[in-house]
Every structure is written in structure tokens, then in C-alpha cells.
């Protein structure tokens, strides 16, 4: 889906994405994990043709992400970020519908796509008249979520889409969205801090250090074979005991 070859990108003359080459398969959830200021956000920036890279291409399904065709490839990703990332000025209904309004989809088509994508996100549709700030942290996120969703894109890329969610709220969250993902057989590429979320998502997991590429592989791999020692730091310091000591019992048997 994604192919990265030799990209870097600097801001400021800080170079704050190393010189990397990575693919993203067709139907796997990969998930950027590392502390803040890691480069795991520029990356799907990078990904999602936000940003350029400084050297180096991305590819999205086999075709560079280029000026010439980057308004098209874009409508071919969802993009969730903290909050929804909602306009203030419109309801949810008219965030969720407002790019497939403009790209000529019928009013019986967009209606039947939003009564659908409420459904699978469990959001009741008498809120899809109420505008952002009239909604709780996880409504507006699962608003965000359908309007990602509005065109049927192949590609989720979700930049710490939980971030800012009470516990009880993100767990319910973190549930539904992973059926969807699932169900829908989507690309996912997802950023976060948590290592507990980032195993519960991830077919594979990347970690990241001040803009490279550490360690990839399932949580079992980052417990049992470690790259280096910062890669036990980094895990020691997400407080998952339980969750480690089964894994490396596991790896023993």
C-alpha cells in the first residue's frame, strides 16, 4: 500500500526523520509507537502527503505521492487525528458529509452511507445534529472516524486518535475501532505513545528513537529479542508487568 524509499525529512535544520526505507502491506494494521518528538508523527505526515519529504519518495499504491496527483490519492485516505480534528462551524453531519457533498455524491447515496457508518461506530444519529462542542471527547472522535470513513478509503492512518480520552471511554473505543478495522478489511497505520494500545492494534509494531527506525516486529519480539537496551527501557517503562512476564514465560515454553 505504502513504500517508502530513503526518505528524511529536517525542519529548522533539526533533522528529525533519519534517512529510511519502510513498506506498509495491503490489509495489515502497522502501528509508529516511541516517546514524543520520536518522528513517528512526521512519518504519517509524510504518509499522508501532509508534508514532503526532503529526500527520498513515497509511494501509495504503486504511484508516487506527487503534486500532480496528490488531491486524488488524499481522497484515498482516512486521516484521524486527536479530537476528530471537527470543524467548530458545522454539525457532525456536515463534517462527515461535506467532501462527499462537494465530490458530487447523491443525497439518497450520502444519506445511506451515513446511516451505515453510524451504525458501525455506534453513534446515535440524533447527535449528528449537534456541532463539536456540543459532544463528549469520544462522540466527537467517533465523528471523526465516519468522516475518514465518508468515501470508503483503503487506507485509516490515525495520529493518536485516543489520545485525549477518559480511560473507560478510550477502552470502548479502542474496541469498536479494531472491529472496524478488522471488518472492514482496511489498511491501518497508527501512531500512538502506548505500548498496551499499540499491541492491541498492531499486526506489526515499529518503534522509533529521535527519528530512526529502532526495532519492528510483534510485542513478544520487543520483549524476548530486543534490539538494544533502550528498547527494554522503553518497555519497562509502560508498567505492563503482567503483559511481560506472560510473554517472556511464553517465549520460554
Known sequence: MFKLDKISKSFDGTQVLKPCSLEFKTGETSVLIGPSGCGKSTLLRLLAGLIQPDLGTVFF??????????????????????????????????????????????????????????????????????????????????????????LDPPVLLLDEPMGALDPLVRYDLQEDLRAIIRSLKKTAILVTHDMGEASFFGDRLLLLNVGEIVQEGHLDDFITKPSSPYVTRFINAQRMPHLIARTAGEACQ
Open 61 to 150: 499504491e504503486n504511484q508516487p505521492l506527487s503534486p500532480a496527483s496528490l488531491i486524488f490519492q488524499r481522497r484515498r485516505m482516512g486521516y484521524v487525528i486527536q479530537e476528530g480534528g471537527l470543524f467548530p462551524h458545522l454539525t457532525a453531519l456536515g463534517n462527515i458529509t461535506l467532501l462527499a457533498s462537494r465530490l458530487g455524491m447523491t443525497p439518497i447515496d450520502v444519506a445511506k452511507r451515513v446511516e451505515y457508518l453510524a451504525s458501525l461506530t455506534r453513534l446515535p444519529m440524533e447527535l449528528l445534529n449537534r456541532y463539536p462542542g456540543q459532544l463528549s471527547g469520544g462522540q466527537r472522535q467517533r465523528v471523526g472516524i465516519m468522516r475518514a470513513l465518508m
